[in-house]
């Protein structure tokens, strides 16, 4: 939540404001709902900032252009305190002379007591923002220290929760300071020029080299240098990283979306994620595990913590983790797993999910479980940031920059990704899934050629999601790896198009939800192959017939032959053949090409919905 970037370099014109605005640009999907810059401009900083998104930032800076600066921060917000206007919108100023200014990613919980005592001792607030208690006590700290990394120092000492702040002072042109607690922050080394960032994508089109750091650190950049240092003045070292894609990848490359460009990038985003994992005999290695063999073949539960897609993304996993492992595996929503006094000791593997690796439910559902001694491992699509950090090992997911807020690569990289780690940890324990995980391992290789197929065939999806641009309600229906299929449907639709949608367990309908078909509702029914066990197929082709009785509309997901669906369909959207547990690689497909069609359809920001934010840091 909230994007942040911070630059020193060369008097050049505006190359400040030029590098801030751009990475704001680029961070936009963190918070949209206002943004601003300050530049060091002489005696004064200048600050401009306007409610709503960048562009109304970048008209009024046409209107009123800002001065050459070789010093910048920007930052572009998700509101938490204090409503989105102009006057919240960050920088805020510390102090009354207009030389220091501050902006904020995350919430100061003491925020109240610091502002009440503030108020009582005469200073004046301009917003209602928690960000200018620390822009005050910053410029009272500065007046007395005459230094702002000393300055920055003083005041962590006093805050409360997760932050990064970036702090720009006009007495100390050519240096922007940084601190971070629980809060993402990523320095960017240039030559002659350095950068800070709520992520990479703030500065990838000037460099790739990064140094990520550690919680409770402070960093000062000038053009020259980053010093980091503790919270309590220790020197201390980041730990440097090359990114592994460039400004491109970060960019829409003609897609009228980045969701639309996402959706299409997942062949390569799952065929990434399985790269390198097999040695020549195809057996399993997950060299960057770094946790003791001995203690994965100990394991005795799993316990996947993740949120929203993630979280269905680990509901899918589990099917497939229990039965190759036979390990039993919990999946939990992460605000919820840290405050139910879990059953978790040091035979527990808890499993993070997150394509950000910021999530801050996740990140304290990590934090908890290491308390209790368990063993963690943090499946993440972002390098450098904390939940891996935080962790005692990671699976990278190499599904690339994911910038819409819909989440649609990630997760099917992630699937892929549990997959990986339940066949590994099957083949580390032996039992008859260690025979097949080879075999498993070559189905999954052949799973991006059939997306690619699948994706290649969506224009009949596309056009009934232009003819349903006016529903009001679509119902989701699935059955075991299909069930957490239909919720992650029902998610897309809800938060890009803002229609109610709800996703079922298609044995539950009997029990409740069925008293919801009315005559036209539509509703989509994930169907699993034929030769799924158990007779699934049957029991949800029992299901179609049930809610076509009741007059739905039923849009059924089918693999390709499966002519049992047939007569009880109104349409058959087609997948291609996979064994079962791979399916909802490919079931997924049309359900997020389906979203993302009706809410463009429907005018709608696809990229950018409404009330939502990328990376969601605040618990
Ligand atoms: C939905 C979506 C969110 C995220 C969730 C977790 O499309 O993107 O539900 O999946 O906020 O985010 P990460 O994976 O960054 O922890």
Not at 198 to 223: H, K
Request: with cysteine; glycine share 10%; hydrophobic share 40%.
């Amino acid at each position: 939540m909230c994007g942040i970037v911070g630059y020193v370099g060369p008097n050049i014109d505006d190359k400040a404001l030029t590098v801030v605005m751009e990475g704001l640009a680029r961070l936009e999907y963190r918070g949209y709902d206002s943004a601003g810059v300050a530049l060091i401009n002489g005696p004064t900083v200048d600050v401009r900032k306007r409610a709503g998104k960048l562009a109304n930032l970048q008209r009024a800076i046409q209107d009123v252009p800002m001065p050459a600066a070789n010093t910048g921060i920007g930052h572009t917000r998700w509101a938490t305190h204090g409503g989105p206007t102009d006057e919240n919108a960050h920088p805020h100023y510390g102090g009354s002379d207009g030389k220091l200014a501050v902006i904020h990613n995350g919430i100061i919980e003491n925020f109240h007591g610091l502002r009440t005592k503030l108020i009582a001792e005469g200073v004046q607030f301009r917003s209602e923002t928690d960000t200018e208690v620390v822009a005050h006590l910053l410029a009272r700290a500065y007046q007395e220290v005459g230094d702002l990394t000393k300055a920055m120092r003083t005041v962590v000492a006093h805050l409360d929760g997760a932050f990064t702040l970036l702090a720009v002072h006009a007495d100390e042109p050519g240096v922007v300071v940084a601190a971070r607690r629980n809060s993402p922050l990523v320095v960017g080394l240039g030559e002659g020029e350095n950068f800070l960032g709520s992520d990479v994508a703030a500065f990838i089109g000037y460099t790739r080299e990064a140094l990520e750091l550690d919680n409770d650190q402070i960093v000062t950049i000038t053009a020259d240098e980053a010093v980091v240092t503790g919270f309590d003045g220790t020197p201390a070292q980041g730990k440097s990283f090359h990114v592994d894609w460039d400004a491109e990848a970060a960019e829409k490359g003609g897609h009228a979306s980045f969701m639309e460009k996402e959706i299409l990038e997942q062949p390569l985003a799952v065929e990434a994620t399985l790269l390198g994992r097999t040695d020549a005999d195809g057996a399993l290695v997950l060299d960057e595990l770094r946790i003791p063999v001995e203690h994965l073949r100990s394991v005795n539960k799993i316990v996947v913590v993740a949120c929203g897609t993630a979280f269905y993304s680990g509901m899918t996993a589990k099917y497939a983790i229990e039965h190759w492992t036979r390990i039993p595996t919990e999946v939990e929503m992460a605000h919820e797993f840290r405050y139910r006094d879990p059953v978790v000791d040091k035979r527990t593997l808890v499993v993070s999910i997150s394509q950000s690796g910021e999530t801050m439910d996740t990140l304290m559902a990590v934090k908890h479980a290491r308390e209790l001694g368990a063993q963690t491992i943090s499946i993440c699509n972002t390098h450098g940031a904390t939940i891996p950090r935080e962790s005692d090992a990671v699976l990278y997911t190499h599904a690339g920059p994911e910038i819409a807020v819909a989440s649609t690569k990630a997760f099917t990289a992630q699937i892929t990704a549990c997959y990986v780690l339940g066949l590994y940890l099957a083949q580390l324990r032996g039992g008859s899934y260690a025979d097949e995980a080879q075999q498993v391992m070559r189905e999954l290789h052949a799973i991006p050629e059939k997306i690619s197929q699948l994706l290649g065939q969506m224009d009949r999806v596309r056009e009934i999601a232009r003819f349903m641009a006016d529903t009001r309600s679509v119902l989701f229906l699935g059955r075991h790896v299909g069930f957490p299929i239909a919720l992650e449907g029902a998610l897309k639709l809800k938060e890009i198009a803002y229609i109610h949608a709800e996703g079922f367990a298609a044995g539950e309908l009997k029990h409740g939800p069925i008293a919801l078909i009315e005559p036209g509702q539509p509703v989509f029914i994930v169907v699993p192959g034929p030769d799924t066990p158990h007779g699934l197929h049957g029991k949800v082709v029992s299901n179609i017939q049930e809610i076509r009785a009741r007059g739905a509309r039923t849009l059924v997901i089918a693999e390709e032959g499966d002519h049992d669906v047939e007569p009880f369909a109104d349409e058959v959207i087609r997948v291609p053949q996979a064994p079962p547990l791979l399916e909802p690689l490919l079931t997924i497909i049309p359900l997020q090409v389906f979203a993302c069609e009706l809410a463009t359809a429907k005018g709608l920001d696809v990229d950018q919905p409404r009330n939502l934010a990328k990376s969601v840091t605040v618990e």
